[in-house]
């Protein structure tokens, strides 16, 4: 018996109903891992894989994204352990990283926001920032936890607040709480949206609690970026 073209049509449709939570899972790890994992690419030390960045878009300039605390591992490379010498973030510019297969140099970097803005890697396609980003936001990271590359993370924005955490390092402005995994080597993933655009940068899990991690939020990743572009005008 021959099944009809629409018949065909109305039991594939509801084969597909009843199999969407795995194909749609599937075919958006297939996006992630092929489209948007490139863009961002660990971060090197020595060889080994010690953090994350972000290739971004900002006013049409490209850029490479991480964390202040990230690039601070150039420490070594301005100064012995033993001179006595406090390095300082102005000591670094200027100072290279290797990011993915490429050596970058650093442009500007911040304590207030945690972040380090370097040389954009041209042979990578960026992601864009978002317009706006919420609480019980679904956000997705991109990152290089534990040495392994391009793993990816599900969460909610869950809270926004002033930064009063003890364990945290004075002087950043803002953070924000996500419910996702967090390990070492996270530090710089881009936190994404669900058009793939940028609504931070993850810099913290929670202490000892690695279901939920903290981020510089996108209002920060904004102004640190607006700051650097008017500081080339002057």
């Known amino acids: ?83 006595g010498y406090r390095v300082t973030n102005e000591d670094l510019i200027g100072t290279e990283m290797v990011i993915g297969d490429r050596v970058l140099k650093i442009l500007a970097i911040s304590k207030e926001h945690d972040l380090c803005i370097l040389e954009p890697d041209l042979d990578k396609s960026s992601f864009s920032l978002a317009s706006f980003s919420k609480i019980g936001e679904k956000v997705t990271i991109i990152g290089h936890p534990r040495g392994l590359e391009q793993t990816v993370r599900e969460g909610r924005i869950i809270s926004d607040k002033e930064t009063n955490i003890p364990w945290i390092e004075k002087g950043i402005l803002r953070v924000q709480m996500i419910t996702a995994l967090s390990y070492g080597g996270n530090s710089g993933s881009p936190v994404l949206n669900r058009f793939g655009n940028l609504v931070g940068v993850l810099f913290a899990g929670q202490m000892g609690i690695h279901t939920e991690a903290l981020i510089v939020p996108l209002d920060s990743v904004k102004d640190f970026l607006r700051r650097y572009e008017e500081s080339l005008t002057k």
Do not use: W
């Not at 790890?29 to 972000?54: N, T, Y």
């Open 1 to 83: 018996m021959k099944m009809s073209s629409s018949l065909l049509k109305g039991t594939l449709l509801a084969a597909m109903i009843l199999l969407s939570p795995v194909i749609m899972d599937e075919v958006k790890d297939i996006h992630l891992m092929e489209v948007m994992a490139p863009k961002a690419s660990p971060v090197k030390f020595r060889g080994q894989v010690v953090a994350s960045s972000s290739q971004i878009t900002f006013n049409g300039n490209r850029y490479t994204l991480t964390n202040q605390h990230v690039c601070r591992i150039n420490e070594r490379k301005v100064s012995s352990p033993n001179s």
